[in-house]
């Protein structure tokens, strides 16, 4: 295994602009039957507007991006203070079929912004590549266990506004628990409509994690079955792009940040991602 993940790293840096060497220590395998495997769920009335199966040796940078660009942010590789994990590219994996977005536990100095980062993540965005104004998205996806964890799936504004912002599926793996939600208002009078699911089937097994999003409503899905609705004029309606990220949380709350017994590296994976637009 340790060879396979040197090439498919290999890769990663011939088709990316990291300048750090990959890392050397074995991630657990992620080639289990995955939901992909039941075939394309297409919605009714719906077609296929853009996906990624990521089945190519690098990350198609037709599609995405490994710069954010997105307020609240600090720097093209650091969110901000709740993150404890600075992006970099070779922690951005292709490997049997899967994206593999890696967290590790070795300190790096970045440039953007400059400092010293205790943890490093995987991070890639559609933004400029892909947006779209309602419409179905889904991920297949595999969560990794282990206290100060944070990937997450979300959806932000390409206008690059905030709120804003749709978080599909965002593991706490501190407390265990899935988010689902809707940040909306102004900035700072900022309203969030959340769903909790705690309990370890995330990190257990593959599962779809989908968004209905219309005019006046957001249904989120797990595995096709509604888990959540969000109606009003808080929905947004402006085109927004896919994040995909791995990562650590930094704080105190919802369980605090990574500590001895968080497995490092560990990976976010996933499958596929696919968005549907209306006929």
């Known amino acids: 295994m340790k060879l396979k993940l040197g090439i498919a790293v290999l890769l990663v840096l011939a088709g990316l602009t990291g300048t750090a060497q990959a890392a050397d220590k074995q991630l657990p395998q992620a080639n ?55 992006a970099v590219d070779r922690n951005v994996v292709l490997s049997g079929g899967k994206l593999r977005l890696v967290t590790d536990n070795k300190p790096v100095t970045g440039t953007d912004p400059a400092g010293t980062y205790q ?32 990937p997450a799936f979300w959806l932000i504004p390409q206008d690059r506004s905030w709120p804003p912002e749709i978080d599909v599926a965002e593991w706490f793996g501190s407390i265990g628990s899935m988010h689902s939600g809707l940040a909306s208002g102004t900035w700072p009078d900022v309203r969030w409509d959340s769903h909790w699911a705690t309990g370890p089937a995330p990190t257990t097994g593959w599962h779809r994690y989908g968004l209905l999003w219309t005019a006046d409503r ?62």
């Open 119 to 150: 943890y490093t993540e995987g991070f890639i965005s559609s933004h400029d590549k892909f947006f779209q104004q309602y419409g179905y998205w889904e991920i297949c996806a595999k969560f990794p266990a282990g206290k100060g964890l944070w």
């Open 32 to 86: 289990e039957t995955t939901c992909s495997a039941a075939g394309q769920q297409r919605p009714a009335g719906m077609r296929l507007a853009w996906h990624d199966e990521f089945g190519g040796r690098t990350v198609d940078r037709r599609s995405w991006s490994t710069v954010m660009d997105f307020p609240g942010r600090a720097g093209g590789h650091y969110h901000n203070t709740s993150y404890g994990s600075y």
């Open 218 to 279: 957001i249904t989120f899905t797990v595995d096709g079955v509604p888990t959540s609705t969000i109606t009003g004029d808080q929905v947004p309606d402006k085109p927004m792009y896919v994040v995909l990220n791995s990562g650590t949380w930094a704080n105190a709350d919802r369980g605090g940040p990574p500590d001895a017994t968080t497995p490092f590296p560990n990976s976010f994976d996933v499958d596929y991602v696919r968005v549907y637009s209306a006929r």
